[in-house]
């Protein structure tokens, strides 16, 4: 069974750092270009960060310089550390991935919280 579990959200004050981690399960992760999207409340979901399977990674504007997304192949891990905060950065925020254009199903997502 395919599975996307993310984790690593919670409440953090601006300026504040956090990792989101996702646990890819049921899939050939080295197959697979891996993403993080977010959705702030009321907005419509962004994608945030692209790795693909070699490694290669491309951000949005509106963190780049801010997160680093990676992946451990080896443990079907992509991560995403975001340093430098703002409250414009709230959202739940999932991971995905595609194969030939084709996505996996959502999961829950991880709620992240900036605020002071």
């Known amino acids: 069974q395919v599975q996307l579990v993310e984790s690593g959200g919670g409440l953090v004050q601006p300026g504040g750092s956090l990792r989101l981690s996702c646990a890819a399960s049921?899939?050939?992760?080295?197959?697979?270009?891996m993403y993080w999207y977010r959705q702030g409340p009321g907005k419509q979901r962004e994608l945030v960060a692209t790795i693909s399977n070699n490694g290669g990674t491309h951000y949005s504007d509106s963190v780049k310089g801010r997160f680093t997304i990676s992946r451990d192949n080896a443990k079907a891990m992509v991560y995403l550390q975001m340093n430098s905060l703002k409250a414009e950065d709230t959202a739940n925020y999932y991971c995905?991935?595609?194969?030939?254009?084709?996505?996996?199903?959502w999961g829950p997502g991880t709620q992240v919280t900036v605020s002071s």
């Open positions: 049921g899939i050939i992760f080295n197959d697979y270009t």
């Open positions: 995905n991935g595609a194969r030939f254009g084709i996505f996996l199903s």
